[in-house]
């Protein structure tokens, strides 16, 4: 698969984002994780916040609003293990094709 990526490996058109394309990203990153359906209902809900804020994230407002919208039960450390990454808003941003958030580096 041949994705168009911006120079931070962000997908460049954010509409044509599926699970598929997920996946691709994942291994790109090399984080060693087949993406289950419990990853993709994170997924949506990033693309939702992007898409109702008109920006991507930070960690902690993503995490509220995760814990709003998918479970209660989210926090900083599932998310670490479970994208088997310490760097969450970054990483689910890219996974769920969206821009780098401002935050980061």
């Known amino acids: 698969m041949n994705l168009e990526l911006d120079q931070d490996g962000h997908l460049v058109d954010y509409t044509i984002w599926n699970e ?3 996946q691709e990203l994942a291994k790109s990153l ?7 359906d419990w990853h993709f209902e994170i997924l949506q ?5 992007y898409q109702q804020f008109g920006h ?5 407002p993503l995490i509220k609003f995760l814990m709003k919208t998918v479970s ?7 998310l670490q293990e479970r994208f088997n990454t310490g760097l969450v808003a970054r990483h689910l941003s ?3 094709g969206i821009p780098k958030p401002a935050n980061c580096l």
């Open 56 to 60: 991507s994230p930070a960690t902690r």
């Open 94 to 96: 890219r996974l769920a």
């Open 30 to 36: 090399e984080l060693e994780l087949e993406l289950e």
């Open 20 to 22: 598929t394309v997920a």
């Open 45 to 49: 809900a990033v693309r939702q916040f």
């Open 72 to 78: 209660p039960e989210i926090n900083n450390a599932l």
